[in-house]
């Protein structure tokens, strides 16, 4: 298929797998942000093509993986309400909150919805004036400006019975939050390249510069990724440490202008919890004050909500690269997709769901 | 759909009532105007509670499915040919003759006439393609709200007129793996007319039947070890069902397994694997590596899509994996799936 296929040509891989080989002298212990990287990673079997040297550690860009665990809690307490329809994306769905999760909460009647998009719950909105219609608004940078867009519209609408559940969350403030931490052994990242298709590239460089490591943008596809590591190699190799892009076809050096202007218009940055790394100062998005009648943590009483984390669970080691998933003492035993103890378990993003899926038997 | 007119009489019951189902006149009116209408006038000596049937002297093999798709028309098909294939297929499946169906109807208090009849029409016409009589039924209505439109029952018999054991058990290392077509077409027409999703060229289910295939591959002498239909969970699900069974471990090439261009980029879009993807008109066949060559021409002839493929082989190894060689050249597991697909955020 085209812009496809070429991305996943079997020689080409192996010209670049030997390349890697080729310049690779030394240790190097690389992060992939974006949780479709990890999951591409394992996927095809990149990681298998590398060389022993090339430590790759998986990062925390999985959208399901870091929406803390009081905020899913709200998502069900707010879906079990029978005067509301309650959106959200596909994923969300199955990740377990203190108790139950959001297709349990469907299951005992409550009318939760999976859509494509946040303006698809805007029109759910317009078709059902006499109920309220809440989406839940997770993920990065990349779905943002579709979350911006819906509330925009919205205002102009006059729209009263539709709000986001925001739990919007930011790459390069968890960055900073990985490379300052005591326990870091990340030496070069492949940064997420759709998130950097809206925000471009530039926020980058202060912090290539400040912490001395190289970071490559980079795509989704086999030859994408391979391509992003012979990048970030090389610059490892030769002492530098410069933000490159390798997803060309995709991103540009300022990103989608009208996409940040958007976001900017209606969130500004705000503390966030990440789930299983803490609380990291303005490392997300809220909604500004102009926008406060469209927040569901305003419209709806959510008090007398209690989170209780499973003390089993490792995912927030795992999300900082710390840990892999198959050192869990839970997984595939106490943790699986089918009883999941943690997001990570989740998501088809999630890094302990891609190695259950793909790498049980390694 | 045929375009036939609803012989019921519209400005009377535009749409279906309780009553339809509660064994009254109007219930008669259904059967007598739209039911044997379809499938066949009511037996002399009236309608019984069970239909008898005059089988061979043979083994028989009897398979039944229900069908709730939403929505019930889509591109390719409705549920209609859908309950009618899926039996069909079922039957197929163990290699058997498909003969007679039952049909189940529950219907939702206010569905259309004109909707029920396209229905009816489109299973009579999967019925004559497939060689299947509609022999017994059943209707009941629920009130509105509590279905959606109509939900089918069919069970079908077969039989079998030859000597092999079709089954999970019979597989050996070396066999080699096909399947008949192309893959994942049916889930994600289903998904794209659900989401409303246009692609430039309109996906159809791949819905069919698969008897006469099944058919063709016995009288060429193929020896079929195993066969199995690709529906709810894809070709993976199906190839982790046999290793499982077998307790040999599957081979498979990722490169080998043809999907169309269309619904590799839906699936690309959505965040769905095709492998995982349901189909309605396609099966997995393992046979000696001999008849590889044989079972390929064969099914080359019933081609509905992409041609057969060649996809993988069964391994020596006891241990019930799928292994998939992935694109690029790497291996890693063809894992069952957990619970539905769901569309990935970004």
């Given at each position: ?18 390349e890697i080989h080729h310049i690779t002298t030394r240790p190097w212990v690389i992060m992939e942000i974006c949780g479709g990287q990890t999951h591409a ?202 933000v490159e892009n390798q997803y060309v076809r995709s991103v540009t050096l300022q990103g989608n202008r009208h996409a940040q202007d958007l976001v900017s ?98 | ?175 080699a793996v096909i399947i008949n077509g192309d893959v994942g077409r049916h889930g994600i027409a289903i998904m794209a007319s659900r989401a409303g999703l ?149």
């Open positions: 298929m085209k812009y496809l296929d070429e991305y996943r040509d079997p020689k080409l891989a192996m010209q670049l797998s030997q990673i394992v996927k095809y079997g990149i990681d298998t093509l590398l060389p022993k040297k090339i430590e790759l550690v998986h990062g925390p860009g999985c959208p399901v993986c870091v929406t803390p665990l009081e905020m899913i809690d709200r998502a069900l307490s707010i879906a079990g309400r029978r005067d509301v329809i309650f959106c959200s994306f596909g994923d969300m769905l199955r990740v377990p909150g203190s108790t139950t999760d959001l297709l349990s909460v469907k299951a005992q009647g409550g009318d939760v919805r999976m859509v494509y998009s946040p303006l698809d719950a805007l029109k759910i909105a317009q078709e059902n004036p006499g109920r309220e219609i809440i989406f839940f608004a997770v993920g990065f940078e990349t779905t943002a400006p579709a979350n911006a867009m819906a509330v925009h519209q919205a205002k102009v609408l006059g729209l009263k019975n539709f709000s986001l559940l925001v739990s919007h969350v930011l790459v390069p403030p968890a960055m900073e939050a990985i490379l300052s931490s005591k326990s870091n052994r990340v030496q070069g990242f492949l940064a997420a390249g759709h998130v950097c298709a809206v925000m471009g590239y530039d926020e980058y460089m202060p912090i290539a510069a400040k912490y001395k490591v190289p970071i490559v943008v980079t795509g989704f596809e086999p030859l994408d990724i391979l391509q992003g590591i012979s990048m970030c190699v090389k610059q490892l190799e030769e002492g530098r440490y410069e218009k209606v969130f500004c940055v705000i503390p966030r919890k990440w789930r299983g790394v803490g609380e990291i100062s303005q490392s997300g998005l809220g909604l500004r004050d102009e926008y406060k009648d469209y927040d569901a943590e305003l419209k709806f009483d959510l008090t007398g909500i209690k989170t209780m984390e499973s003390p089993d669970c490792i995912s927030g080691l795992i999300l900082q690269g710390v840990k892999k998933p198959h050192e869990c003492p839970s997984f595939g035993k106490k943790c699986s997709p089918e009883h999941p103890l943690g997001a990570t378990m989740v998501s088809s993003e999630g890094a302990c769901s891609a190695y259950y899926r793909y790498k049980r038997n390694s | 759909m045929e375009s036939f007119a609803c012989p019921f009489p519209i400005q009377q019951y535009p749409q279906v009532l309780l009553a339809h189902g509660g064994g009254g006149k109007l219930m008669q009116q259904l059967i007598e105007k739209m039911f044997t209408v379809a499938f066949g006038p009511k037996p002399q000596d009236g309608l019984h509670d069970s239909v008898v049937l005059d089988l061979p002297k043979s083994r028989i093999a009897f398979t039944t499915d229900s069908f709730v798709v939403h929505p019930l028309f889509f591109p390719g098909g409705d549920i209609g040919s859908l309950a009618v294939y899926g039996s069909v297929n079922d039957l197929a499946m163990s290699g058997a003759k498909p003969l007679y169906l039952s049909l189940g109807f529950i219907l939702e208090e206010g569905l259309s006439m004109q909707t029920l009849w396209g229905v009816v029409q489109s299973i009579k016409k999967a019925a004559d393609s497939a060689g299947v009589q509609i022999v017994t039924g059943d209707t009941k209505v629920v009130d509105r709200g509590k279905g959606d439109g109509i939900y089918i029952n069919t069970s079908g018999i077969g039989i079998i007129e030859h000597g092999f054991n079709i089954s999970p058990g019979r597989i050996k290392s070396g066999d246009e692609f430039e060229t309109i996906i159809e289910s791949d819905c069919a039947p698969l008897n006469f295939s099944v058919k063709a591959l016995l009288d060429a002498g193929i020896e079929i070890h195993c066969m199995r239909d690709l529906t709810r969970g894809g070709l993976a699900s199906a190839l982790n069902e046999i290793a499982q069974a077998a307790g040999y471990s599957i081979a498979v090439e990722e490169s080998a397994v043809p999907v169309r261009e269309d619904v590799a980029s839906g699936c690309a879009m959505l965040g769905f694997d095709p492998l995982y993807v349901a189909n309605e008109g396609r099966f997995a066949l393992f046979v000696p590596e001999k008849h590889l060559g044989p079972s390929l021409e064969v099914l080359k002839k019933f081609s509905l899509g992409l041609p057969a493929a060649h996809i993988g082989r069964v391994l020596e190894e006891r241990k019930s994996f799928v292994i998939l060689k992935s694109f690029i050249g790497a291996n890693r597991i063809l894992d069952m799936i957990s619970g539905e697909q769901l569309p990935r955020i970004c």
